[in-house]
């Protein structure tokens, strides 16, 4: 987040969930994971129910990567992987937050389905924000696509 200049009391980065990640993800209503090579922590993400949001919205929570993974095709398997979370756990729709100027990871969402909306949802202290997206999570086939 430091590098995309998302730093301070209005973004995700200093919530106090950072510094204790597996307390902050209970399931059945939140999954936290982490992609992990050759015993390197190089990306994580999780999803979990948007603070003052309807009961069947989750937020996309953490995703962040090292920028030796970007690229890479890891941000899509983590966010299949999230997303059929989400599903599981009952959630109908997906929200995040995120900025204009994250070019990388707003096009990965759109890939995914997500759409922009003019107004945050929910009560995430996330004011630095400036774009929001949503995902409706009926079965729209993510599971079958990549079944071998």
Request: hydrophobic letters at 35%; a negative charge; one cysteine or more.
């Amino acid at each position: 987040m430091t590098e995309f200049g998302a730093v301070g009391c209005n973004y995700s980065i200093s919530d106090p969930e950072v510094d204790a990640m597996f307390e902050a993800y209970p399931s059945p209503g939140a999954a936290f994971f982490v992609v992990e090579i050759e015993g390197r922590l190089l990306g994580c993400g999780g999803m979990g129910p948007l603070q003052d949001g309807d009961p069947g919205v989750c937020e996309l929570r953490k995703m962040y990567f090292l920028p030796e993974l970007r690229g890479s095709g890891m941000g899509s398997k983590l966010l299949e992987v999230i997303l059929e979370a989400a599903r599981t756990a009952g959630y109908t729709l997906c929200y995040l937050e995120t900025l204009d100027h994250m070019d990388q990871a707003r096009k990965l969402y759109r890939k995914y389905g997500f759409k922009s909306i003019d107004q945050p949802l929910g009560n995430t202290g996330h004011s630095g924000c400036n774009s929001w997206m949503v995902k409706a999570l009926a079965d729209d086939g993510l599971k079958d696509r990549h079944r071998c």
